[in-house]
Nanobody, 123 residues
Framework: QVQLVESGGGLVQAGGSLRLSCAAS????????MGWFRQAPGKEREFVAA????????SYADSVKGRSTISRDNAKNTVYLQMGSLKPEDTAVYYC????????????????RGQGTQVTVSS
């Protein structure tokens, strides 16, 4: 059974930072792109960041570019999202997802996703 479990969310003040983690189990995803999307109350799901299977290609939404870094550890079947200079508008549930292609993740297509972790940024 495939599981993606996110962690690292929480309440943080504006300007602070968080590191989200997503551990996959049930199979290896070393040949899959992994990434993050988020959804705030009353808003549509939004792509955040994605990384290809090798870790060499990364893609970010304009809203987080320059203050976020996505990385992965294939030996641990884990993807990370380091976010800094957090803003209240970053408040959302953050979901980890995997897909055979990075482009697919950018299009919010996924093969598996986690249950999400809440990130709340206070002003």
């Amino acid at each position: 059974q495939v599981q993606l479990v996110e962690s690292g969310g929480g309440l943080v003040q504006a300007g602070g930072s968080l590191r989200l983690s997503c551990a996959a189990s049930g199979r290896t995803f070393r040949n899959y792109a992994m990434g993050w999307f988020r959804q705030a109350p009353g808003k549509e799901r939004e792509f955040v960041a994605a990384i290809d299977y090798s870790g060499a290609i990364k893609s970010y939404a304009d809203s987080v570019k320059g203050r976020s870094t996505i990385s992965r550890d294939n030996a641990k079947n884990t993807v990370y999202l380091q976010m800094g200079s957090l803003k209240p508008e970053d408040t959302a549930v953050y979901y980890c997802a995997v897909r055979s292609s990075l482009l697919g993740l950018k299009g919010l297509d996924y093969d598996y996703r986690g249950q999400g972790t809440q990130v709340t940024v206070s002003s």
